[in-house]
C-alpha cells in the first residue's frame, strides 16, 4: 500500500512537472512558429532563440500588480482561473504515455491511472472545464467578457455533443472504454485508418472544445477585444493562458492515443521497448504543431457559422458515421 | 482512508447543499450546486460505481449546470428579487415536505441499526458499477424501459423545437 502511495505521488509529481514545462515551452514554440508563418521572427532576444522567453514571461506574470475589478465579483473572479486550470490538468491523470519499464526491480507503467471509464472521465473534465471561461467572463463585469461567455458556454455543449457521438464510433470499434486498451487494439492497423471520418470530425471538435482558431469565439480579438479575459491581469492571467495550452497538450495527447496508435508504430512494424516513449511524443509533437500552423493558416469562423457546421453538418456526419460503423462491426462479427 | 475521503466528499457535497439554499446570487447558488454534485462523483468512484462517477461529471455537473449558468447569465439575474416575507402557500408546502424529508431520514436511525452487513460488500460494488454489467443489463433484462426511455426523451426534445419554433 505504502509503495503504491509512494509511486504514485512521485508519478503524479514528475508527470504534472513536465507538462508544465511542456506547456511553457508550447507557448515559445507557437510564438516563433507564428512568426515565420507571418514573414517575422517571433521572441528570439531573450536567451539563445529566445528559449528563455517562457521564463521571461513567467516572473513578468509574478511581479505584475493584480487588479480585481470594482464591480467584479469577487469570489467568482477569483475562483474563474483555478476553475479553468485544474480540470485541464486533470485530464492527464488518465493518459498513457507508454507502456511500462523496469526500474529497481519494478515495473513502472507510464501512466498515472488506468481507469476503465478513461473516455468518460475526460469528457466529464471537458464539461467542467468550461465554467472557469465561462465564469470569468461573467465575474469581470464586463460586456466584452459576458458576450465572451455566453458565447463559450454556447459554443462548447453544441460542440461536446458532436465530440462526445464521434467518440462512440471509436469505442465501437476497440470494444473499450480504457486508453490502454483502445491504444493496444491499434498495433497493425491505427482508429486514423479504421475511423478516416471519425479522427477528422474529432480533429474538428476538439478545436472547437478548446477554443481554438479558428473556434476561438470566446477571445475573438478583434470583436471581443479578448473576450472572457479581458479583465484579468498577472497571474490570473497566466492562468488561464496555462489552461489553454494544458488542454492543447491533452488534446493532442487524446488524439494520439484514440486515433494514431499511442506508442505503436503503424501497419505493425514492431515497436522496439525504448523507443515506444520517444513514439509516442513524435505523435503529440507533429499534432502540437499542426495546432500552431493551422492557427497561423485559417481565419476564424463567424459565430452563426460556427453553430451552423457543428449542428447542421458534423452531428449528422457523426451520427452516420455511428450507424455505419455499427453496420460493419456487426458484418465483421 | 476511504472513509476519511468519503467524510471530506460528503462534507462538501452538504456544504455546497446549504450554499444553494443561502446564497443570494443566483450564480453563487448555481456554482454551489456543482460543487455538491462533484461531491456526489467523488462519493460515487468511492463505492466503484465508475460509470454514474463519469455520468454524473459529464451529463450533471458539466452539461446541465452548464446550460443553468448559461440561462442565469443570459437573463442577468443579478440578486434575488424583492424578498417575500408573506408565508405564502408554496413556503408552507416546502416547509411540510422538508419536515417529512427529516422523518423519512430519521425512521431507520430510530428502528436502529442492526450492524449487520447487506449484500452490497466491496466485491459486489466492485462488479456492479462496472460498464460492462450495466450495459449487459441495460440490453438484456431492461431493454424495454431504456427504449421507451429513449422515445420519451425524443419526445420531450420535439416538443421544445415545436414550442420554440412558433416564437422565432
Known sequence: MLD?????ILKVLVVFGVLLFVVAYTTWLERRVLGRIQVRHGPNRVGFQGLLQPLADGLKGFFKEDIVPANADKIVYVLAP??????????????????????????????????????????????????????????SNNRYGLLG??????????????????LISVIMVSGSLSLVEIVNTQTVWWNAFKQPLAFFLFLICGLAEINRTPFDMPEAEAELACGFN????????????????AHLISLAMIITCLFLGGWYLPFGIPTPGLLKFPVFLAKVFVLVFFFIWERGTFPRLRYD??????????????????????VVVTAVA | MTLAIFFVFAAFAVLGGIGVLLARNPIHSALSLVGTMVSLAGIYLLHHAEFIFAIQLMVYAGAIMTL??????????????????????????????????????????????????????????????????????LFTTYLLPFEIASVLLLVGLVGAVALAKKRL
Open chain 1, 4 to 8: 503504491f502511495l509512494i509511486e504514485s
Open chain 1, 82 to 139: 483555478v476553475l479553468s486550470i485544474v480540470p485541464a490538468l486533470m485530464i492527464v491523470a488518465v493518459i498513457p504515455f507508454g507502456d511500462s519499464f523496469q526500474l529497481f526491480g519494478r515495473e513502472i507503467t507510464m501512466r498515472i491511472t488506468d481507469v476503465n471509464v478513461a473516455l468518460l472521465y475526460i469528457l466529464g473534465l471537458a464539461g467542467l472545464g468550461e465554467y472557469g471561461v465561462m465564469l470569468g467572463g461573467w465575474a
Open chain 1, 149 to 166: 461567455s455566453l458565447r463559450t458556454a454556447a459554443q462548447m455543449i453544441s460542440y461536446e455533443l458532436a465530440l462526445g457521438l464521434t
Open chain 1, 230 to 245: 479581458i479583465e484579468y491581469s498577472s497571474m490570473k492571467f497566466a492562468m488561464f493562458f496555462m489552461a489553454e495550452y
Open chain 1, 305 to 326: 457559422q460556427i453553430m451552423r457546421l457543428g449542428w447542421k453538418w458534423l452531428m449528422p456526419l457523426a451520427l452516420a458515421n455511428i450507424f455505419v460503423t455499427g
Open chain 2, 68 to 137: 443553468i449558468v448559461f440561462v442565469i447569465m443570459l437573463l442577468d439575474v443579478r440578486h434575488e428579487e424583492a424578498e417575500t416575507e408573506r408565508l405564502g402557500f408554496a413556503k408552507v408546502f416546502g416547509m411540510v415536505l422538508a419536515g417529512l424529508m427529516v422523518v423519512v431520514l430519521l425512521v431507520p436511525l430510530a428502528a436502529g441499526l442492526t450492524g449487520k452487513p447487506g449484500g452490497m460488500t466491496e466485491e459486489v460494488l466492485a462488479r456492479v458499477g462496472s460498464v460492462e454489467f450495466l450495459s449487459e443489463k
